[in-house]
C-alpha cells in the first residue's frame, strides 16, 4: 500500500515539476526577461566560460580597461547606450571546459579514453526587452513591451546584410550554434533603431548549453548553462567617442 502511494506520489511530482519548467518557458517567451530553462541567476562554469564584451568606456576601443570596469555597466541601466542610426561592435567569447574532454581509468595503460560533450552543446545568444518595474522585468502583454521597449537588432556584420536578432519579432529573438558543427561569431553589431521609455532596457544573452540533445531533460536534471549578459539601452543621440579604431567599434549611418 505504502510502495503503491509513494510511486503516485513520485509521478505527481515529476508531472507537476515538467509543468512547471513549460509554464516558466512560456512566460520567458512572452517578450519579458523571463528565467526559462536557459537562465540562471548565477554563472555556472562546468561546461566552460562565455563573455560578452563592448566599449563601456567608450573610447573606441575595446581592451583590459573595457573589462575591468564592464561589469557595472553590464549589469545596471542605462548598459551599454547605442544611439539611433548607430551600430555598436560586441564581442562574444565561448570556451568549453577543456578539462571535460578526457576521462582516463587509473591504472589502465596507453591512451587517455576521449569524452566529447559537442554533441549535445550549443552556444545560444538571446535578446530581450526588460521591464525595470517587474521584479522578474516581465512585461504584461507583449503588445505593451512593444509600446514601451523601443527596439534593437543585432547584426552579423557591420555592413547589415545577415540579421541575426530583432527585439520587434518575438520570432527572431533567439539564435543557436551547436557545437559539432558551428561556432559563434567573435564579433556581432547591435544596432539602436527606435528609443525605448526609462523603464525599460534590452538584455543580450550569451549561453553555453548542453540542451541540444534533449532540451526538457536536460535542464530538469541536467548541467546549469554557464552565461554572460550586458543591458542595453537606445538613445536619441549616440555618446561622443574621442577616437576610433581600425576594426571600428562603432558606426553611424
Known sequence: MNMNLNKKLLASCAVVAVLFA???????????????????????????????SADTNYDGLLDSVDSDAGINVKRNPP??????????RVDLSVIHNASRQTASQPGSPGSPKLKFLYYKTAAILDLRP?????????FKSFEEEQSRAGRMRVWL?????????????????????????????????????????????????????????SPTADKLFGEKACWD?????????????????????????
Open 130 to 138: 526588460i521591464n525595470l518595474g517587474d521584479r522578474r522585468g516581465n
Open 157 to 213: 556584420d557591420a555592413s547589415r546584410t545577415t540579421l541575426l536578432l530583432d527585439s520587434a519579432d518575438a520570432g527572431k529573438r533567439r539564435v543557436e550554434w551547436p557545437a559539432a558543427s558551428s561556432l559563434p561569431p567573435k564579433h556581432v553589431y547591435v544596432e539602436g533603431v527606435s528609443v525605448g521609455d526609462s523603464g525599460t532596457v534590452m538584455m543580450l544573452t550569451l549561453l553555453l548549453d548542453n540542451n541540444n540533445l
Open 22 to 52: 513549460g509554464a516558466v518557458e512560456a512566460n520567458a517567451q512572452y517578450g519579458g526577461f523571463g528565467f526559462g530553462l536557459g537562465y540562471f541567476p548565477s554563472q555556472d562554469r562546468s561546461l566552460g566560460v562565455s563573455k560578452i
Open 229 to 253: 549578459a550586458m543591458m542595453f539601452s537606445v538613445w536619441p543621440s549616440p555618446k561622443i567617442k574621442p577616437y576610433v579604431d581600425k576594426s571600428p567599434v562603432w558606426k553611424r549611418y
Open 79 to 88: 548598459g551599454l547606450v547605442v544611439g539611433t542610426r548607430e551600430l555598436a
